[in-house]
Every structure is written in structure tokens, then in C-alpha cells.
């Protein structure tokens, strides 16, 4: 194992910095150093904490530019998609500023006890986990409402995109929170272990792989700790014959290629009933190859670099194999180093690893569905539960099916995005427990019971 962290600028291969791994003692030391700040930060008063919250929307406001620059360059996303995070991020922080309040607030139970309620305490020191994809979105909508609640932050990053997790840390600092608050740690995950076992780390949120999940759900089922687990995705996108395809078509095709397709939540599976097959496949196709491929800092740019070049071979073998099984290529499948071309499968069938596997970058798998009813049991068949997306004007028709989506949501004529306002979260093997909302902030808390009698 590397005793070294090595960023680099997928876009040229560039290495961007090189930073040293913590030892087990700077470790330790950030542990203590959070435990200390949260004997005193859940004493702050919520006013005194969602204030700072102002102070942290301002900073990232006027550092945005600087920021996408960053998250560009370690993981190559267009630099107008990481200018969209950064504003994405102040939406939350908004968000929880006006609300955390009302949301941690004593909820009153109506018993024979004279007073009955339900307090909300923080836990104490949380580990947040979290991947490359989205590096400031995907710890802020861990972070934010974590430690409004009254905890305290320790961040261990992707390692491609170290100088975004320090950069966190900084922001916190610079808008008044106290030094240790939020700590990040460059650690590898052979220290991860060692980490949670540690009396003082309360609760891990990981965001992630299934794989990864695995692993940690493990490891915090051993030692008893509170974890939330938010996984891959094999989201179905279900196109009912009476869709409006020219109204929605942008959308369908952003659903699957926003961020290059390194999304949880993006559409994989694109479920089309025979009877528009052809004429989705048709308009899917022509807007696909209209992407522009480049620069990650050409504000035209559509699809760029995929992060790492292991991520791009990949999505290469999982389309060699789905080929040799008989999927066929449309358009698309080429790769240059960390580059993929906007890639079309059709003749997709389960079994295929563009149907069973998460592909995490920018390839559609169209599959040809009978009729609704069987474009519903195709969606469902796949062992992950993040989202369902279903365009079509029959809105009644799909209100019926609401309950019979297994999936922690379900979109109709929309792409399935996350909202401050609403729970996000999944099933099956993507995962559990719930991120942003009022159920984010209550996942790291604990939810006193207090009965009082005169």
C-alpha cells in the first residue's frame, strides 16, 4: 500500500498534487480533537449553529468559481456541471438554515403523562464516507444537517479527490465553526476499520458502491454502530407508449449522461414499450450524437473524461461481455484512456452486465418491453432500489403503480434527482436510511423519549 496519495487531472493525465496518508497516531489525534469540540458544540444553541450556516452558503457563493475549478480538475466533470454542484450545495445549506430548527424541535406525543415528547440529541463524532462523483454535493448532504444536529464531522474522502475533502475542511473553518468540527482524514481503507471500532465515532453514513457497503455494514455490525448506506443504482427508465417524447427527450437523455454518466441515480435501463421503440430509439439516438466530447473546461462540453482510467475499462468490459451475449452497439463505444463515448445498447436482456450491473458511465441500454406491463416487470428486476423514473401522459394509470415500485423513488415525467426538500434514499442493495429532508437530519440523532408525571 502507497504510503502517498496521488491526484490527478483525468482530462491530461497530469498529476495535480501528491499528499501523505495520516499515521494511526495523527489519526487518534483527530479523534480526541472531535470528541473534545463536541462536549461544547451540541451545548451551542440551534440559533447559534444554523448561523453559521449563513456564513458557509456566503463563502461558497463567492468561492465558486475556484471551487468547480478544483472539482474539475480532480475528476473531470464539465466545469458547468461543477459550477451547478457548488450552487446545488447552497440550495441545501439554505435549506437547512430556514428549517433545522423546526425540524429538531421537541416533537409533542399527546399520552396520559402530564408532558410526553421527543427530544433530538446529536450522537456525537459520525464518519461520513464518501465517494468521487459529486465531491462537495455528495459530504455536504452528509454534513450539513449532521452537524446542524449538534455533531461533530470526520470526512474520509475518495482519495482522487483529496484536495476537495481539505478544501471542506477549510470552508467550515473559514465560516466560524470550530477547529475540529469538521475534520477531514487522508486515510486508506485499511485504516477505515481501525476507525470505526474507535469508541468515540458514534454512527458512518457511506456513500458509495454496493461492495463498499457490504464491507462497512460488516464492520459496523460488529462493533454496533448507527450507519447509513446509500449504494449504487440500476435505475429503470420506463417509456409508456403515449409519452411525449420531443417534450421530454432532453430530459430523458440528461437523466443518463449528466456528470458523463457517474451517477447513482442516473437512468441505466431504458424501457421502452414496442410500440414507440423504434421512434424513441430514433430521437434517442440523433440527441446522444449531438453531445459535444472535450474539454472538461469548454463551458460547451457535454461529456468529458471519465475520473480514473480503471473506471473507463470498466464500462468497456461490461459492454464486451453484454456483446458477446448478444447486445448490439447503436452508436458510441469507443474509449481513449479515460475517455468513453456517449455508447447505445440495444437487444439488452437480463443477464447481460449492462442489464444486472451498474454501468457508471456514459452508456444507455434500451430494452424492448411487450407492453406496460411487462416494462413494469422488467424494471423490477434488478437487485438494486434507488429509483424509477416512467414517462407518459397516463398519469392515473402510473399514480396506480406508485405502490407497487419497490425503489426509494419513483419519478414520472421527470428524471429521478435529489431535492433538499425531499427524503433520498434507497432499497435492496442500494442501501438504507435516508439523506437530506427532515429524515436526513434525524438519521444521527438520538430520539429520546421523555415521559413526565406530576
Given amino acids: 500500500m502507497s504510503k502517498n496519495i496521488t491526484t490527478i487531472y483525468p482530462f491530461t493525465g497530469n498529476v495535480l498534487k501528491e499528499y501523505n496518508f495520516l499515521s494511526k497516531q495523527e489519526v487518534n489525534s483527530k479523534l480526541e480533537i472531535a470528541q473534545q469540540i463536541f462536549l461544547n458544540w451540541r451545548k451551542e444553541p440551534l440559533n447559534k449553529r444554523t448561523k453559521l450556516l449563513n456564513r458557509l452558503s456566503i463563502l461558497l457563493d463567492e468561492n465558486k468559481e475556484k471551487y468547480a475549478t478544483l472539482i474539475t480538475q480532480e475528476m473531470g466533470k464539465p466545469y458547468h456541471e461543477s ?16 428549517n433545522a430548527e423546526q425540524f429538531l424541535a421537541d416533537a409533542l406525543i399527546d399520552t396520559e403523562a402530564n408532558e410526553s415528547f421527543i427530544s433530538y440529541d446529536p450522537l456525537g463524532c459520525i464518519l461520513g464516507i464518501m465517494p468521487w462523483n459529486y465531491p462537495f454535493w455528495q459530504a455536504l448532504r452528509f454534513a450539513i444537517p449532521t452537524i446542524t444536529a449538534g455533531n461533530v464531522i470526520l470526512l474520509k474522502h475518495a482519495n482522487n479527490v483529496s484536495g476537495c475533502a481539505l478544501v471542506l475542511q477549510d470552508l467550515f473553518e473559514d465560516s466560524g465553526y470550530p477547529k475540529g468540527s469538521f475534520q477531514t482524514l487522508l486515510v486508506n481503507h485499511d485504516q477505515i476499520e481501525e476507525i470505526i471500532k474507535n469508541d468515540i465515532i458514534k454512527a458512518v453514513s457511506l456513500t ?15 462493533y454496533l454502530k448507527k450507519t447509513v448506506l446509500e449504494l449504487g443504482g440500476n435505475n429503470a427508465c420506463i417509456i409508456w407508449e403515449d409519452a411525449e ?39 434517442f439516438k440523433i440527441k446522444i450524437e449531438s453531445l459535444k466530447i472535450g474539454d472538461p473546461m469548454d463551458k460547451e462540453t457535454d461529456i468529458s473524461t471519465l ?7 470498466e464500462v468497456e468490459r461490461q459492454i464486451e461481455e453484454s456483446v458477446k451475449k448478444g447486445a448490439k452497439i447503436i452508436t458510441g463505444n ?13 437487444e439488452v436482456k ?27 416487470e422488467l424494471a423490477s428486476q434488478s437487485s438494486f432500489g434507488l429509483g424509477t423514473m416512467l414517462f407518459t401522459q397516463s398519469i392515473e394509470d402510473a399514480r396506480k403503480q406508485i405502490d407497487n415500485i419497490e425503489d426509494g423513488a419513483f419519478f414520472i415525467n421527470e428524471m429521478v434527482k435529489s431535492d433538499p426538500r425531499l427524503p433520498f434514499g434507497g432499497t435492496k442493495a442500494s442501501g438504507y436510511g435516508r439523506e437530506l429532508s427532515k429524515e436526513g437530519i434525524l438519521e444521527f440523532v438520538n430520539k429520546k423519549t421523555v415521559y413526565i408525571t406530576k
Avoid at 459550477?83 to 445549506?93: D, F, N, P, T
Wanted: aromatic content about 8%.
Fill in 307 to 313: 475520473a480514473r482510467i480503471d473506471l473507463a475499462k
Fill in 208 to 222: 458509495g458502491s454496493e461492495g463498499a457497503g457490504r464491507t462497512i455494514a460488516k464492520i459496523t455490525g460488529q
Fill in 350 to 376: 437480463p443477464g447481460m452486465p449492462v442489464f444486472d450491473e451498474e454501468v457508471f458511465g456514459p452508456v444507455a441500454s434500451v430494452i424492448k418491453a411487450k407492453d406496460r406491463s411487462h416494462s413494469l
Fill in 245 to 283: 417524447l420531443d417534450k421530454h427527450i432532453n430530459t430523458i437523455v440528461k437523466a443518463r449522461m449528466q456528470n458523463t454518466g457517474q451517477s447513482c441515480i442516473a437512468a441505466k435501463r431504458f424501457i421502452v414499450v414496442e410500440s414507440i421503440y423504434e421512434e424513441f430509439l430514433e430521437k
Fill in 83 to 98: 459550477i451547478s454542484e457548488i450552487e446545488k450545495c447552497i440550495w441545501l445549506i439554505d435549506f437547512y438554515e430556514k
Fill in 334 to 346: 469507443n474509449r481513449k484512456e479515460t475517455f468513453f463515448s456517449p455508447t447505445i445498447v440495444t
